[in-house]
């Protein structure tokens, strides 16, 4: 039997019998000649002057499979602290349960392992309360008295297709001969109406296979609000049963989503050269997260801007983790998190670095992903999700398929730079859209700079800058207008840079 905490997602807290966390084998072992509830004397777990390792003395085996190795021990405890799963209500001391812990990885059982434990009183002085040995036994099945829950859940706002996983094969009665169907879920403010099995289970006998995962159809589509409110719980304590006929608690719930799709989303991005209603529609910010568009930001300061969709919970904290070409390993799938979230998603990813709103109005939230990152370089893709109140955000690549997570992604892009640290873009204009050409330059050292527009015929047009500068980096603009502000003719334009070490002209092309 095991000792679950049946609200809680994360394996490794509650102390679930799966493959991050094997732990809490546990069995009445009660000396023969006393009755059940007699008890084992704490004491003698780890009796004083003894030379023994009690947790030793134990083995286990999945059914099956030889030998019984006491490899994997790792402890005992003696207080079981949840005693609704068990027929007894006995105290934490001198009671008649205890728990072998096993050590997180390194085996290959996992969640749906049948086990045997075996006990070897040669190696151990575990007494009855009356002082009597525990003797020793061969292949004790270990009886499964975790009740099922639900390890993942998946739904897209707009959506009424909620995708489930289950912690191990269910049956719509304690009998394993009906499946089960959207009457045994319940979800307040938005009704299942239709259950379908996408995969089943052998394991168990039964006269169908036990549900593994499936897709809910609610009765409407789910709103960013619901994907933040909803909890999703079994319609009573005998709606769900595992092939022990353990129930699903009644009082379980589980979030709605364990992913928010479509409640906080990324806007735009902008390295202050890519901005909108700037330089024209030449150089705007990037509004396409997917990396399809062959859109890239500059290696400077990026300023992220994302709006929380769901009106009610506009006032929730955010982050924003981000990642530079992820390490392989993180995740197969190419999508990562900052934490642990369910056993059916990657592990923590534990290079990521967060950033906070710089910026709060009403559900808008402004981050800064900082260019002095020495990840961040041409070529590399910044990799991002958020994240608002506990609830973690991300994209699918599948509008229809809410298993297609994928982070948010930002390609990063250089400008190549031109002779003598002066570089141009957008050198192809038309002022009656707002085009403007872009025109950056380092100095090395201060000085005099001045900036001027010629035409073809050597004329002076416009001045874009005279006046002392220090030692940095500068980026001014043109929007083909001259020192009236009136738009000049089409043709070709020159523009020419002075400063300490530099004398550069670059060309501008004006059409309309």
């Known amino acids: 039997a095991n000792t679950p905490d049946a609200n809680a997602n994360n394996p490794q807290a509650a102390g679930m019998w799966d493959p991050q966390n094997l732990s809490n084998i546990l069995g009445n072992l009660t000396h023969p000649n006393e009755r059940a509830n007699e008890g084992i004397r704490d004491l003698t777990w780890s009796y004083p002057g003894d030379s023994f390792n009690e947790y030793l003395a134990f083995s286990v085996a999945e059914v099956g499979v030889t030998p019984l190795i006491n490899t994997y021990n790792s402890g005992i405890e003696t207080a079981v602290g949840d005693t609704s799963l068990f027929n007894d209500v006995l105290p934490d001391t001198n009671d008649s349960y205890m728990s072998l812990t096993l050590q997180d990885t390194g085996h290959s059982w996992g969640l749906l392992s049948e086990m045997y434990v075996s006990y070897d009183n040669s190696s151990a002085y575990i007494t009855d309360l009356a002082g009597n040995l525990l003797p020793s036994a061969s292949k004790i099945p270990a009886i499964e008295r975790t009740p099922p829950r639900i390890n993942l859940s998946l739904i897209a706002v707009g959506k009424n297709r909620l995708y489930v996983t289950f912690s191990e094969p269910?049956?719509?009665?304690?009998?394993?001969?009906?499946?089960?169907?959207?009457?045994?879920f319940t979800i307040t403010g938005n009704s299942p109406v239709d259950f379908t099995v996408l995969e089943r289970s052998a394991e168990g006998s039964g006269a169908i296979q036990g549900a593994v995962e499936g897709y809910l159809t609610l009765s409407s589509a789910l709103t960013a609000d619901q994907a933040l409110s909803l909890q999703i719980q079994p319609a009573g304590a005998d709606a769900i049963f595992d092939k022990s006929q353990n129930a699903m608690q009644s009082t379980y719930e589980h979030r709605i989503t364990d992913i928010g799709i479509g409640v906080f989303e990324p806007v735009w991005a902008s390295d202050n050269i890519?901005?909108?209603?700037?330089?024209?529609?030449?150089?705007?910010?990037?509004r396409d997260f997917t990396g399809a568009d062959g859109s890239k930001l500059l290696d400077n300061d990026i300023t992220l801007e994302a709006s929380i969709l769901a009106p009610s919970y506009t006032g929730l904290p955010t982050k924003l983790f981000y990642d530079v070409d992820p390490p392989a390993g993180v995740s197969e799938s190419g999508f990562w998190l900052p934490s642990y979230v369910s056993i059916e998603l990657p592990l923590p990813n534990s290079d990521v670095r967060t950033s906070d709103p710089t910026r709060i109005q009403n559900g808008v939230r402004?981050?800064?992903?900082?260019?002095?990152?020495?990840?961040?370089?041409?070529?590399?893709?910044?990799?991002?999700?958020?994240?608002?109140?506990?609830?973690?955000?991300?994209?699918?690549?599948?509008?229809?398929?809410?298993?297609?997570?994928?982070?948010?992604?930002?390609?990063?892009?250089?400008?190549?730079?031109?002779?003598?640290?002066?570089?141009?873009?957008?050198?192809?204009?038309?002022p009656t859209q707002g085009d403007k050409t872009i025109l950056s330059y380092s100095l090395k050292s201060p000085g005099t700079v001045t900036i001027n527009v010629f035409n073809l015929g050597g004329d002076l047009v416009d001045v874009l800058f005279r006046g002392s500068q220090g030692a940095g980096d500068y980026v001014y603009s043109w929007g083909g207008t001259n020192r009236s502000g009136n738009i000049v003719a089409r043709g070709i334009y020159f523009i020419r840079v002075v400063g300490p070490g530099i004398d550069e002209f670059r060309k501008v092309m004006v059409v309309k």
């Open 170 to 184: 269910v049956w719509g009665d304690a009998g394993k001969t009906t499946d089960i169907d959207s009457s045994d």
């Open 274 to 286: 890519h901005r909108d209603d700037v330089y024209g529609s030449g150089v705007t910010s990037l």
């Open 366 to 430: 402004d981050f800064v992903i900082p260019g002095n990152d020495s990840e961040i370089e041409s070529g590399a893709d910044v990799e991002f999700v958020m994240r608002i109140g506990d609830l973690y955000t991300a994209r699918i690549t599948d509008p229809d398929d809410p298993r297609t997570l994928a982070p948010w992604v930002i390609p990063i892009g250089s400008i190549k730079q031109q002779a003598g640290d002066v570089t141009i873009l957008n050198n192809v204009i038309n």
